[in-house]
Structures are given as C-alpha cells and as structure tokens.
C-alpha cells in the first residue's frame, strides 16, 4: 500500500508565498511571512520554481476534467467548455458526444516541460484555454485511435512569448526570498499575452501574416546567438541545457563570436540587477545585486577572457538587512560620486574609491530610482513612500521633501539643473523646482501607473511609460514657458500618445545624436515581449521588434544613436541596426537563471562596449569592436541617421 498524500497548511503557504513573489505582490508575501512564521518552515530555503503554484492547479484542473468526462461505462464525454478555478464546469448538450474509451492516460506536467526549446517563466494554461482570447484557439481533445485517450497535460511547444507572471520584477525565478522590482501587476489574468517570436513591420496586417509565418515555421527558426555556457547544480540539469543547446543548434546555424568579445565577470554572490559605467573613467564599472553588494570593477582596454580571473573588483558590503535589493547605480557627471537606491530605504552616495560618502535613512519605503542633476549640486530619489527627496550633494542634507504623489513615486528624471520630474503609481507626472515646496506642474493622461519618465538629450520632451499599454510624449520647453502662470496647473494637452504594446510598458529610451530639426526617434519596450521604434513627434510606430519569448526588461540606444539594444527573461541581448531597423546580432547569458536586467552603453575613443547586468550572478561586459558583424568602419562610426517624415501633426 502506497503511503497516502500529504498536504500541509505549511506547504502551501510556502507555495502561496513563492506565488507573490512571482507576481510582484511584496507587501503581501511580507505579511503572510511573518504571520506565518514561514522563516521557521523547513520549506521555506527550499527552491520553489516560478508559477509552481499555477501549474500544480492547472494539473488539478486537468484531473477534474477527467472525472468529469468519465462515464465509469466505457465512454467518454468531448467536451470544449472550458474549465475555471471558480466557476462550476457545464457540459452543454451542443458541445456534448460520447465514444468508447476504455483506456485513459494523463501525461505528466513534467514531460511536455522538458520538451520545450526555451524553459518557460509561466506554466501553460489547462487543455482547454479561454475561447474569447484573441490570440489564442480552444484546444481540441486529444484523441489516439481506436480505444485510447489521451490528456496532454501541457499544449505542444510553441514560438509565442509567455510573459513572467510577475510584476516589474527582474529575477526569474528566483529562490524563495527573491525581490519583486517595483509594484504589483494588474490581475495575473491580464499576464496571458500571446505574440509571434519575430522581427516584423508595424501594419496590423503584417503582424497578423508574420504570427502565422512564425507558428508554421516554430521548429526551423531561433535567434541567433551564442551557445549557452553550461553551468548546473545537478546532473540532470545539465542533461537538461545539453538537450536545449542540440535542439537551438539544429533549429538555427547560429554565429559563434570569439570568446574574447564577452567577457563574464563572476564577483557577485546574487542576482545582478544594475550596472553603470563611469563617464569619466574609462574602465569602471559599478554593478549591484540582490544582496545589497556593490563591485567596482577598473577593466583593462583589452577584455580577455584568461585574464578575468585576475580581476579583483572593490566590494561595498551595503546592508545586512533582509530586503536590501539595490535597484538603482547612478554616477554624477565627473564620475566622482555614484548614487545607489535600495529596498533597504537607505539613500546611499559613495566616492568612486568605494568609500562611503553620506548615506540617509529619510525614505519609509523601498527606493526605485535615484538621479543627479546634471551638474552634480543636486540628487533625487523615488520612494514607494510616495515621496521624492531633494538632497544637497555637497551639504550631505536633505534639502526638501515633496509629498505631492498619492501613490508609490516610481522614477525620477532631471529636465534641467534646477526642475525634474516625478512619476508615480497614481498615474500622474508632477514638475517640480529645487526653490519651491510644491509642484509647479501635473501632467494628466495615463490611466494607470507610470513606469519611468526620460527627458530627450535636447532637454525639450519628456517620455512616460505605462501599465495602460502606452508611451505619450510631453512637450516640456511648453511647461518651461508657463512655469510662472498657474502654479500646480494640471496639464493634459501637448502630450502624443503612442499605442500599440499588448501588455504594461516598462522601459523608455530617448535615441541620441539626431541632428536639429530632425523628428526624433523613440524605443519602448513591454512585457508583451516586444520593443517598438517611435516617431515622437507623430506617435507613429515605425517598427516592431518581436524576437524575445519572454518580457523585455531592459533597452539602451547606443552613444552615437546606431544601434539599439535590447534585453530580457528569456535570457537574449539583441542589438539591432536603428538605420536598417534589422537585428544584426545576439547573444545569450544561458539556460541557468537566463534574465538580463540591465543594459549600458560605454563610448571611448571611437569604441564602445556593453555592460549587462545579468540574473545568473555575473556581469557581461561585451566588446563591440570583437564582433564580426560590427567590424566595418561603417558600423563602427555610425551612419546619420534619417529623420522620420511626419505623417500627422501632433
């Protein structure tokens, strides 16, 4: 006799546990820790993998529908209700039928997982998925011949994206106390976003004829990158990787750059979830992890891979606190200070010989965002407090603290050396001057929180991102003109809307280098598993980019505005050309905890390099003038780059 199946009230409020974490619902998954007491639990060091609650539910689910078409009389009913969590299953007489089927067998989740090309951040959805989803078609009973059924316990594997079912978090998946980046998402319902894996043209028609090229064509093609490096805990893991490296390099020939073009930097003990160069030092590198580390790495000019071992970075040991996840590197523009925010709520300004130069406790929440003005006099930060803090870099005080946000205070940017603006999750944008108390402006339209807000090189619009699926544009040399009309004058007009994105948009980018007169461009990126080129003067969509499988987290334009580059959970760093508009390179971190988080640029005599801030625990710097595909003088200098036509006014 089998010993029978034991469910603890432990077990699952690890599982629910791990579950907010996934989804970004930290102040939750705080709460029901400690009442729980889940730090004492035996489960709670344990690894829990990503959406394990979702797939053992959706395995309940499966068995459900088994027992509910089973007619103990030799047939079987087939069924395409679907069936839900809470709501009681129907089968209606038009969709019902019987047949004989004596034999009946279920397939285990854990077959069709390990068939797939690139592991999954979410569990597939039951058999039987919602018949009103645009995107995707009611799955058909799966019927062998003659008197055998079977219930495929995962759909077959597909090139669409599954976005992360988590909120703006980076890792994936992390251990059980891993942090969630910003706020909670909308219901884990509106995650369920299907897009084809491809680099396509913006018409809806041409998405629509690439979708279908792309689920025809699944098996044959794959970005092209690098093979991933092996790296694993146990045997089967790495049966496991070497089963998807055959698989990636039969689908693609993929280009293999020269090992000395990346270089992996492993100092780090946790996730890496920022990085940032210095702008006056060529060499250093700041990146930070999850368990509140900062290394400060001198690299020579000539990124070697032999030598990497003999690469001892400054490590700054910031916190001991449970939850000290660094979620912001900002250097002033001489290089001399870096600025750090943390879940710790400690404001952090070290010297660039890694000593500690003023630290301040001020903030009552996590700190996602901190920015120097331009001419270093000034840093701000962005709290889930709901606050933004204006602190005196040389006086090492707090200058002024602005409470005008009704919700967390996400971002913060500079428009110029004395005004900066603040977003938050109560989806507005407020202007603020270092010499007023209050906000001198709002800006009015998102419907739903704000991501991140960035001022164009010129210091003339300024850009927000959303969970409502858009971009818009601000004409902020407007605002600077009206700046002594009506103080706090809520300001909805001027604003170009940009829409488009299938899920919440995380990440802006303004493209440099774009010369007077010229429209300038504009790249978004979203948890669709997309990134979009803009025209920011009409709103006009002039590419989509759709090659990642997975949320992008992170987009960067190059210094002299060629080339854009592109990251995400599925583990790829793309870079494509902004003037041909086509991907002209990849590389990836690997199966092993595979998300990129973070992109920076460095330029330096003509050359440039790439620092990207990576979940597998390292840092990547990768040397552009290494790769093949960048080596001509072409590419390596930059083409100007034209200037979008406008199509409509603004």
Known sequence: MTDPIRITADEINCLVYSYFRDS??????????????????SHFSRHIPRGELVDLLSKALLYLEVESHWRNDDTTKFCTNTFSLLEPHVC?????????????????????????????????KPVQPDPTSVLTKPSEPAVTPKNAITVQALPPPSSAPTPAPDAKRKASPPPADAPAEKRAKRDPDDMDVDAPSVTTNVSEKEIAHASDA???????????????????????????????????????????????????????????????????????????????????????????????????????????????????LHWNSEGTMLAIGSYDSVVRIVSADGSVYFSHPQHQGPIFATRFSKDGRWLVSASLDGTACLWDVKEKRLHRQYRCHEDCCLDVDWLDDSTFGSAGADQRIYIMRVDKPEPIKSLIGHRNEINQIKVNPRGTLLASCSDDMTARVWDIEHLKASYDEIPGLATSERSVVMEGHKHSVSTIGWCPNNSPGDNEFLATSSFDGTARLWN???????????????????????????????????????????????????????????????????????EYRIALALECRKVAVIDMSRIPALRTPEAVKGKELPAPAPTRKP
């Open 24 to 41: 970004g619902f930290d102040h939750s998954a705080f709460t029901l820790r400690h009442e729980g007491q889940l730090q004492d639990s």
């Open 214 to 328: 792309t689920v025809a064509s699944s098996s044959k093609t794959k970005p092209a990158a690098l093979e991933p490096t092996e790296s694993s805990d146990s045997q089967s893991r790495k049966a496991s990787k070497a089963s998807i490296k055959a698989r990636s390099q039969q689908a693609v020939t993929a280009e293999v750059i020269e090992g000395s073009a990346v270089l992996l930097l492993p100092g780090h003990k946790t996730e890496v979830f920022v990085s940032a160069w210095n702008p006056a030092k060529h060499g250093v590198l700041a990146s930070g992890s999850k368990d509140a580390t900062v290394n400060l790495w001198d690299l020579p000019d000539d990124l070697d891979p032999a030598g990497a071992t003999h690469l001892n970075p400054k490590t700054m040991k910031l916190s001991h606190a449970p939850q000290a996840d660094l979620t912001s």
């Open 92 to 124: 209606s007489q038009e969709t019902l039928s019987t047949k004989p089927a004596p034999v009946v067998s279920i397939v285990s989740a854990a077959a069709p997982a390990l068939a797939r090309a690139e592991p999954s951040p979410m569990p597939a």
């Open 536 to 606: 920011s003067a009409t709103g006009e969509c002039i590419k989509v980019f759709m090659d990642h499988k997975r949320p992008v987290y992170a987009l960067s334009f190059s210094p002299n505005g060629r080339w854009l580059a592109t990251g995400s959970g599925d583990g790829y760093m793309h870079l494509y050309d902004v003037h041909s508009r086509e991907k002209i390179w990849s590389w990836y971190a690997g199966a092993e905890k595979p998300g990129v988080f973070e992109i920076d640029w460095q330029a330096h005599m003509g």
